[in-house]
């Protein structure tokens, strides 16, 4: 039998192994590569300052936390016997009233952590109020525009010129001094600068063109703006957030200094600093003001020194190296 001129000759098989297909070198940039280099979280990038300030507001959030484990005395207690005793270090002073009393006999130091308690529940809650109808506002006026957007900021250029002090007093004398007016008082303050933040946002990502991409497969507004433009709007609100519960506790403060804010027997930083200040100058009973007044700049010094660190890390063009 002839063999057939066009067939072709079978390859015998090989023994040696299949060379490797071709890959890009280590070096070689590649999208997985690229996901690796994303930022990751160092704790020797963070400056000293963070962890000072770190360490101290976490301190005091502890101590008022476990106010009634860490306090020596009830803050409400009253001793004449031991009125105006001063700090342990100077003469006259004792281990058993560490910062001195006030003119009641009461502990300087129990009522600064039971106060710490008072003023971080208070600038907390006022944030969430204040920053839950800000966002909400600036969401609607920045979505809908027109004359709901004209309106809404009517509202606020009013409140921002009205005195605040004057609205504070009008809403206390209508409604009396509680814990639930003080915090929406204080959280009605703020509001204002959330609505102005996320309109502006709204405002900048209805330019993308993605919402009218959303709604044409028929989403209904409220999807819109709950999936869509609010995640895109937290971050700036956050970093307000971090920057702005300082103020808040300082305007607690305010008005506790000024009579308008919790009765006198709960211990506030504010109240304690309006107690002691017909003591300020004198020889005795200084320390009245000035603990309770040094805890406040600790703690608003701190919350605004971390909310600019907080503000740098968040934002892209603020970021070196």
């Known amino acids: 039998m002839s063999a057939d001129p066009q067939a072709r000759p079978i390859a ?3 023994s040696a192994p299949a060379a490797p297909s071709a890959s890009p070198p280590p070096s070689s940039p590649t999208l997985s590569g690229a996901a690796r280099t994303r930022r990751r979280f160092r704790p020797e990038a963070v400056p000293l300052y963070v962890w000072v300030f770190g360490t101290i507001l976490l301190l005091i959030v502890l101590a008022a936390v476990f106010a009634p484990l860490v306090a020596p005395h009830d803050p409400t207690d009253q001793s ?13 002073g004792s281990g058993n009233y560490p910062l001195g009393t006030d003119k009641l ?3 300087v130091l129990s ?6 308690r008072t003023s971080l529940l208070i600038g907390v809650a006022a944030l969430v109020v204040g920053g839950v109808i800000g966002t909400a506002v600036g969401l609607i006026a920045g979505y809908f525009g ?15 010129a009205f005195p605040f002090v004057l609205l504070a007093i009008a809403v206390v004398a209508v409604l009396g001094v509680s814990l639930g007016v003080i915090i929406v008082v204080v959280g009605l303050s703020g509001w204002v600068t959330y609505a102005r933040i996320a309109r502006a946002r709204v405002l900048s990502l209805k330019e993308i063109g993605f919402i009218e ?18 995640p895109n709007t937290l971050s700036p609100l956050i970093v307000v957030a971090s920057l702005e519960l300082a103020r808040l506790i300082i305007l607690e403060a305010t008005l506790s200094f000024l009579g308008l804010g919790l009765p006198p027997r709960i211990p506030s930083w ?6 002691g200040r017909e003591f300020l100058g004198s020889a005795e009973g200084w320390w009245i003001s000035i603990f ?9 010094l701190g919350i605004s020194r971390v909310g600019d660190w907080i503000r740098d890390a968040l934002d892209p063009t603020m970021r070196h190296g």
């Open 12 to 14: 015998a098989p090989s």
């Open 80 to 92: 004449l016997r031991a009125r105006l005793d001063p700090p342990f270090w100077m003469e006259g």
């Open 105 to 107: 006999g009461r502990d």
């Open 111 to 116: 009522r600064i952590i039971y106060g710490a």
């Open 146 to 160: 027109g004359k709901v957007d004209e309106a809404i900021m009517t509202v606020v250029d009013i409140q921002l």
């Open 213 to 230: 991409a959303v709604r044409s497969v028929g989403a209904v507004d409220a999807r819109i703006v709950l999936r869509h433009i609010l």
């Open 270 to 275: 504010g109240g304690m600093i309006g107690d």
């Open 292 to 300: 309770p007044g040094l805890a406040l700049f600790l703690t608003a």
